[in-house]
């Protein structure tokens, strides 16, 4: 007979058993090991306590991952956090079973559990990499990092930076993240917005430059919700990609800049302003100018500035062919306060507005909430998609494609930049297409990450 002691003994045997292969694979990861954990960062002002976040490698941004393009990424992800987790490459042209997305690509990755990612980056450019399950917690902790990938041949500049803009929901008293992930008021309007902005974890980032200096800004938009409006001051500036990709031309920054959530910008700037004086990164609030980047400047990199720059070189099969016979779709987006929903498909159930406001759900794709058992369209590979979307709600959306670029065609019937992730505003109406070169089960999605929690996501296949 077995008895209580016994069988105690034996069900901590069990649990033992059970976790080594967790203990086994984290002494001996295939690969380099990335290991979400949480950490203690000084984020506030240094009068405030250090807040508790969730980090790669326990550091905020996570490591920045650096390649040539072609080369091969492999990661051990290790999950040290107190819930199921998964990492998505945000903008990378990648083998499917490599993106990251629980239910769709792969099964979450359990706390004490690992997943090897192991991929080729094809393009060069500004890439991002982050947590994609219960992204509106896990992103809004910390869990994102920058993923570069450099061109054979580098630019004509003096140096580059990376800088992830983000907001932080803080609590003003103890500066820790606001845990009240699921607000109902943030998913029915503009998304989790942060009290506290700053750039690669840090406030008050301020980088030493020399008058004439030409500098590559890499700009990534990590932040749930907020659309950062972005200008420069003693700079002269231009776009030279959006959303990793080259522009054929260089775009001189004249006005503002807008970078909603899941984007990026890369920007070549001259430091115009003299030596004693402090050029900016300057981000646009309700019509004021306040400082994103300080950039003092002492002493001069050259004596005369250069000239324009030259496009980056374009990656490669990015031709978007096939227009004329392109399969067509539209994607009817609609809800949240101020919209225009009375009733969706909820689980297979149609419910009222009401009733969608007592489940949290607030926003629909073509009358229905969140993910359906089959996709949006189905192709095979190498058809080319277009794609209508119609914003009839009251908030702008930031619409992002896993695994394929688009461009957006113009009201002339023009191309517009490749670009990941598509900014709409209330009331618009815009067409995208793209070739599915890429096979597999693609995520669609609005990169507010509230508004994806409660409706916001749809896929696409290609066979
Ligand atoms: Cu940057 Cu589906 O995510
Ligand atoms: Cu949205």
Sequence with gaps: ????????????????????????????????????????VQLAPPTYPKTEIWGYDGAMPGPELRMAQGARIQRSFLNELPQASSVHWHGIRIDNAMDGVPGLTQPAVEPGQGFDYDFVVPDAGTYWYHAHNRSTEQVARGL???????????????????????????????AQIDPDFTSRHD????????????????FDLSLDVKQNERLRL??????????????????????VALDGM??????????????????????????????GETAHLVRVEDQEGVSQVAFPVSGRAAAARRGSPHPLPPNPRMDI???????TA???MQGGAMGTLDAATL????????????????WSFNGTIGMTDTPLVSVPVGETIKLEIYNDTSFPHAMHLHGMHFREVTKDAALGPFRDTLLMFGGETRTIAFVADNPGKWLFHCHMLSHAASGMMTWLEVT
Excluded: C
């Design 1 to 40: 007979m077995t008895t209580r002691r016994e069988f105690l003994e034996q069900g901590a045997a069990t649990i033992a058993a059970l976790a080594v292969p967790a203990l086994a694979r984290a002494a001996t990861p295939r690969f380099a090991e990335l290991k979400a954990r949480p950490a203690r």
């Design 144 to 174: 994102y990092g920058a993923l570069i990938v450099e061109e054979p041949e580098a630019p004509d500049i003096d140096r580059e930076e990376v800088l992830i803009l983000d907001d932080w929901l803080l609590d003003p008293e103890t």
């Design 187 to 202: 998913r029915s309007h503009a998304g989790r917005r942060g009290n506290f902005i700053a750039t690669n974890g840090r």
């Design 218 to 239: 890499r700009l990534i938009n990590a932040a749930n919700a907020r659309i950062f409006v972005l200008s420069i001051f003693g700079m002269e500036g231009w776009t």
């Design 246 to 275: 080259p522009l054929s031309e260089p775009k001189p920054v004249s006005e503002v800049l807008i970078i909603g959530p899941g984007q990026r910008a890369d920007l070549i700037v001259d430091v115009t302003a003299a030596s």
């Design 321 to 327: 062919s096939g227009m004329e016979k392109a399969v």
């Design 330 to 332: 539209r994607l009817n």
């Design 347 to 362: 689980d297979g159930e149609r419910k009222s507005f009401r009733q969608l406001v007592e489940a949290n759900q607030f």
